[in-house]
């Protein structure tokens, strides 16, 4: 007579995780500073001097982008840095919301307008649609933070494994 | 059919809520991407139409058979680029030197597709009547505001303006019509008339000048016509004796002219007899 055995349920996985230490974090942050400052401050501001040195009127002021993009900078190597941290989803929500902040405040003169000097020419430029486009972006990374707050919050350390693989 | 293996244990799938907001992420990289790849497609579009030369084509003046003057030309606007310019329209607002407006017209709006070469013809028709009368016999500086507006890859508003001022040449430019002394007798009394004026227009002057010489008071002294065929930058002046009715004294009447084309009959501003 044999008797059936039954099955054993398999064990749950462990799986674990290998968070780099805060010093090689801030070195990877510091590391991307660099293109992110040349990027969102750097192009930007060069670009609009330019024009400004050829006597072109500015579509936004020098300052807001330097402002903007250094807030932002800042914001993106602080989410690198406390990525493995319950602040990170709020640093997402935080990121995109002031990179819509700032398309906010470049849509709402979105007309450029370029007079031709000693010409009486004038020629403008709307490109409204794209900032509306392009914070389409900002918006879903948004909504990615407001889910990773969620589940950082449900259960903490739940995305370790995953963001940081052993 | 596959064999799981003993040494490695495929790591089980995230959370549903971590792969939501991983693919909210990724969504948002994607999106970036492709908004700054067809940014840079459309900029380097746009780049082909500028370089493709769009231009005014050559012009022409006449005066039209409903009493207007036209002024014909085209805009040609190459489309090399890649995407359609949709809604293309041009506003022309035309101005004598006392301000008032003669011309307000709009051409469009059109769409010129993606790889094709539109010419989009203009018409402008200046009245020679009300505001428009001094064109006749003046020479004057016309001021031009000219813009244009369209989309351009779908994302881009586009719009051109031009003030400028173009000079006027008059096809009766300094019309004088004098009316001299009234001669003869037995009967049969007639009076010269003496039209000069230079055709300073871009046309020529093809018909007639009808006159009629107007006393203060009492019927028309008489009338008749100078066959007109002056080219355009040339001067004229003749004289013409013309019968009177007896007893009619022209003094302090005046001329009233008409210019009559086979299509169109355009009066010209009266003269007063001193």
């Known amino acids: 007579m044999s008797a059936s055995i039954p099955p054993i349920p398999a064990p749950a996985p462990v799986i674990g995780y290998r968070i780099p230490s805060l010093g090689w974090r801030i070195l990877g942050g510091a590391l991307r500073l660099v293109p992110l400052v040349v990027l969102l401050v750097g192009l930007p501001v060069a670009a609009l001097t330019f024009l400004e040195s050829q006597g072109i009127s500015l579509p936004v002021p020098i300052l807001t982008v330097?402002?903007?993009?250094?807030?932002?900078?800042?914001?993106?190597?602080?989410?690198?840095?406390?990525?493995?941290?319950?602040?990170?989803?709020?640093?997402?929500?935080?990121?995109?919301?002031?990179?819509?902040?700032?398309?906010?405040?470049?849509?709402v003169d979105a007309t450029y307008h370029?007079?031709?000097?000693?010409?009486?020419?004038?020629?403008?430029?709307?490109?409204?649609?794209l900032i509306l486009l392009l914070m389409v972006g900002p918006a879903l990374a948004l909504a990615a933070g407001a889910l990773t707050t969620i589940e950082d919050i449900r259960s903490p350390k739940e995305r370790l494994p995953y963001d940081f693989p052993p | 059919m596959s064999v799981a293996s003993p040494i490695y244990r495929r790591p089980p799938r995230p959370p549903g809520i971590y792969r939501a907001a991983r693919g909210l992420r990724r969504a948002a990289l994607i999106a970036l991407?492709?908004?700054?790849l067809y940014v840079g497609i459309v900029a380097y579009s746009a780049v082909e139409v500028v370089k493709s030369s769009p231009g005014v084509g050559n012009s022409s003046t006449t005066m039209d058979s409903n009493?207007?003057?036209?002024?014909?030309?085209?805009?040609?606007?190459p489309n090399s680029g890649f995407f359609p310019i949709q809604q293309f329209a041009l506003h022309f607002r035309i101005l004598n030197t006392t301000g008032d407006v003669l011309v307000a017209s709009t051409v469009g709006p059109t769409d010129i597709p993606a790889g094709s070469n539109q010419s989009i013809p203009v018409e402008l028709y200046f009245p020679l009547t009300g505001g428009g009368a001094s064109l006749l016999t003046?020479?004057?500086?016309?001021?031009?505001?000219?813009?244009?507006n369209a989309t351009y890859g779908y994302l881009f508003a586009i719009s051109i303006d031009i003030a400028t001022e173009k000079s006027w040449g008059a096809p009766f430019a300094n019309l004088s019509v004098r009316v001299g002394t009234p001669s003869g007798g037995n009967g049969s009394t007639v009076v010269p008339v003496s039209v000069t004026f230079s055709n300073d227009a871009?046309?020529?002057d093809s018909g007639s000048l009808d006159f009629?010489?107007?006393p203060a008071s009492g019927?028309?002294?008489?009338?008749?016509?100078?066959?007109l065929n002056v080219p355009s930058n040339s001067p004229f002046s003749q004289t013409q004796n013309i019968a009177v009715a007896s007893g009619c004294d022209p003094s302090g009447g005046h001329v009233a002219a008409e210019y009559v084309t086979p299509g169109s009959t355009v009066p010209l501003p009266s003269e007063a007899i001193p």
């Open chain 2, 67 to 77: 009493g207007t003057v036209a002024i014909s030309t085209s805009f040609t606007l």
């Open chain 2, 138 to 148: 003046e020479n004057q500086y016309l001021q031009w505001q000219v813009w244009g």
């Open chain 2, 33 to 36: 991407v492709l908004v700054l």
């Open chain 2, 202 to 204: 871009s046309f020529s």
């Open chain 2, 212 to 214: 009629q010489v107007v």
């Open chain 1, 114 to 129: 370029l007079a031709i000097p000693n010409a009486n020419v004038g020629i403008s430029l709307g490109y409204g649609d």
């Open chain 2, 219 to 227: 019927p028309d002294c008489g009338q008749g016509s100078f066959v």
């Open chain 1, 66 to 107: 330097e402002v903007g993009g250094i807030v932002i900078t800042i914001l993106i190597v602080a989410r690198y840095i406390w990525k493995p941290t319950l602040a990170y989803g709020p640093l997402s929500i935080a990121t995109s919301a002031a990179t819509l902040v700032y398309l906010w405040v470049i849509l």
